[in-house]
């Protein structure tokens, strides 16, 4: 490994398209539906009970068009109509694995294209969502690091995502069935580990989270919610107070040295500095342990010596390791790991006293594995021959 990667690509980062027209509601904030609702004339002492009303049509029940909002009178109904539009990103295409994840294709505003995933489990449903067009960042074992075109989701566009997988799941409560918990949801937790650094866009990530965490919106508990940064050190406290889901970090390698190379947003915040902000995340307990996601690469950084460095940085961090076999993409500059040596980083972590899970890897046959995600219209794809000389993996 002697030549490094920059920490951020050589990327194209389009606009926002700015909406002509209607107003989209999806995505507005309670502050931003009800400045909305003032604008077309909705009397000050009413909108508080619109907003809550119309958040419950969107969110709740999943209606898609203001004629159906019965608690509405009709007059209301046709200025929202004349006024907004409830749209969400158009799903493209949507491929099932064998073993049941569903990915979906998803085009959004200016015709770009996030990737979506569901992955069923026995006891809950994970929908893993993006929040960026590919990605800035040049983690050198990542595909939607290689995508050159990038675009930051609006809030719309990502709270988009859970509903149109709430619609491909059915998963609407049926009209006149209460607003009551109806048993355990097929979509039951979100996590922001699809394609982008969530924290490079931190507004809308926040909030479309706080849409979803609202009782009167998707309602989904904020302990159900995690998100995954690569590091970005100075909005991780930012991320506790002010959306309060539960932390991921990419940490993946023991020393600066192995780390700039993997993931080289470290050489701007580094080990320790990223260990620091993590020590002091005002959520971590060990109710809401910071889950350290450590990605599997064959002779790069599975070693038992690798193992016992992780557990001594950590110590004092309420946390668990989640160790993730490398999933493979076409001109991947590294292998995954054998079994065998996953097992043993894994027995060294809990022995140590943390729970290490391996991530069982899930729908690869359609390539919806963590890490393999790229739009592929958007394929401005580097060359093997570059990639190699990034990572000096040639
Ligand atoms: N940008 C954020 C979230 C998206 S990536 C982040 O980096 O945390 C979600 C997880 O998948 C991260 O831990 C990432 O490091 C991991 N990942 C990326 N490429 C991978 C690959 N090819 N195989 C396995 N995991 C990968
Ligand atoms: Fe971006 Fe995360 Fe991929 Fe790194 S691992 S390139 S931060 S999406």
Known sequence: MSVSAPITQDVLTIPRKMAEGPVNLVGLTRPALAEALRAVGTPDKQVKMRVNQIWQWLYHWGVRDFAAMTNLSKDFRATLARHFTISLPEVVSRQVSADGTRKYLVRIAGGHEVEVVYIPETDRG???????????????????????????????????????????????????????????????????????EPLYNFENVRDAMKIAMDGEGISLSRRRITLSTSGVVPEIAKTAEEIGCLLAVSFHATTDEVRDKLVPINKRWNIATLLDALREYPKASNSERITFEYVMLKDVNDSDADARRLVKLISGIPAKINLIPFNEWPGAPYQRSDWARIEAFADIIYKAGYASPIRTPRGEDIMAACGQLKSATERARKSRAQIAAETGQG
Not at 140 to 148: A, I, L, N, P, V
Not at 150 to 169: F, H, P, S, W
Request: hydrophobic share 35%.
């Open 126 to 196: 994970t929908l893993c969502i993006s929040s960026q067009v590919g990605c800035t960042l040049t983690c050198s074992f990542c595909h939607t690091g290689t995508q050159k075109l990038v675009r930051n989701l609006t809030a719309g566009e990502i709270v988009g995502q859970i509903m149109l997988a709430r619609d491909d799941l059915g998963e609407w409560p049926e009209p006149g069935t209460g607003t009551g918990d109806s048993g355990p949801r097929l979509l039951s937790n979100v996590v922001l580990m699809g394609m982008g």
